[in-house]
């Protein structure tokens, strides 16, 4: 089959009995552009090209072919394979070589829970049929909202790891016009104050000397406040890239606004990404960021990147009171010893230690796992994060505020038990 495919697409040649996988290919590229990926006309002839050159042989190898080519970042692997499983549905698909694939309804005969990605994929794939206006025999009924949910509100209460495209990007112009954290500290520098409490000597002193001494004006000064340094350490193992990934916006955000923000990736090793996200571009910032960490949705070693933390980079960057932003589920199963001995240092060498819990989402939410046991005693808050409403919490409890509800004493309670 040869000829021209949509979006500008040159499909090449196929052999005789594929059918028109060519042209499905070509519609499963655009539905991942549409899903979030960034796919362009020549990614979607390489991919057809690779099906061509592999030869077909099992399901497994045609997922392997087409991810190859698709996927250029780690986070984009969840949507990928949740696309793929939507699509390409079939079991006997592509040994058969079917003509036409037609993508249909999920089965909900057995009610699982929403997978990462899988709103953004939805969206992507059924947002036309969506669309198709319906006929409308029933009679028009007035329905009274004055206890309903606004678009707005919804969207600050909705689940970022449930979100469909359009919503995260709806939910990043959110995170943009969030309000900076208000937290200063006093330092042992002064400034010039204009209010007559404390005066300065030596620029009273030097001011006199414009007149020869003639006349003596007081100056005054008072203690010189900064923006203590933010120091964020995000978890990117698979239970957690959902929630990093939309929180790196709100750390691009105050990197840009404010000075002092250290940022630091963590797996299966620790890296550092304050650099990159100082691109004034955020989505330059991610792809920056994606390049340099190698370990993004793999495992997790909580206990040995916290002691690589405190051992090469806690003396940098803990000064002048820090705020320490740990953002992990404490899902850690081997070196909790180490894990408790790790958290008490870095909470000793820092002003505030919060810790952001995505699983306290849950009502029903135990401090039962190891890991959680063991970091719980030393932090200071313990917060959730994974919708705007929480993060615009925690922009209040930087900025001084304090609430009972991120209280740790609450949970600690349970393990004593």
Known sequence: ?????????????????????????????????????????????????????????????????????????????????????????????????????????????????????SSRVSDALFAEKRREPQRKDDPDVEIDARFTMSGNELLRSMDFAQMSAAELAAAKRELSRLELPLDKVKTRRFATSHVHRHVDPRATMRA???????????????????????????????????????????????????????????????????????????????????????????????????????????????????????????????????LAAEMDRLHRSCRRLIWLNPLLRFDGFEARARGVRAMLPHVDEFRTVHNLSSLSDLVVSLSGGSSRDADPRRFLKQMTR
């Open 208 to 338: 006199s000397l414009r007149t020869g001494g003639a006349l003596v004006l007081p100056r005054y000064r008072e203690a010189r406040q900064i923006h203590p340094p933010l120091v964020v350490l995000a978890d990117i193992s698979g239970s957690m890239s959902q929630y990093t990934r939309i929180f790196l916006h709100f750390l691009h955000v105050l990197t840009e606004r404010r000075r002092r923000v250290h940022t630091f990736l963590f797996g299966t090793r620790l890296t550092n990404v304050t650099r990159q996200l100082r691109h004034k571009d955020p989505d330059e910032a991610f792809d920056e960021c994606a390049r340099l960490v190698r370990d993004w949705s793999g495992g997790t070693r909580i206990g040995e990147t916290l002691h690589e933390f405190n051992r090469l980079w806690s003396r940098r960057v803990l000064g002048q009171g820090a705020v320490v932003l740990i953002i992990t589920d404490g899902l850690e199963r081997e070196g909790v010893e180490q």
């Open 1 to 117: 089959m040869t000829g021209a495919a949509a979006d500008g697409v040159i499909v090449p040649p196929i052999p005789a009995g594929s059918g028109r996988l060519a042209d499905n290919i070509v519609f499963f590229g655009r539905a991942l552009r549409k899903a979030g990926l960034k796919i362009g006309p020549g990614a979607i002839t390489d991919a057809i090209a690779a099906v061509e050159a592999i030869g077909i042989g099992s399901r497994d190898e045609f997922h392997a072919a087409l991810c190859s080519v698709f996927v250029k970042r780690h986070e984009d692997l969840a949507v990928f394979d949740e696309a793929f499983r939507l699509f390409w549905r079939s079991r006997d698909l592509v040994e058969k070589m079917i003509a036409m694939m037609s993508p249909v309804a999920l089965d909900h005969s057995e009610r699982q829970k929403a997978k990462p990605g």
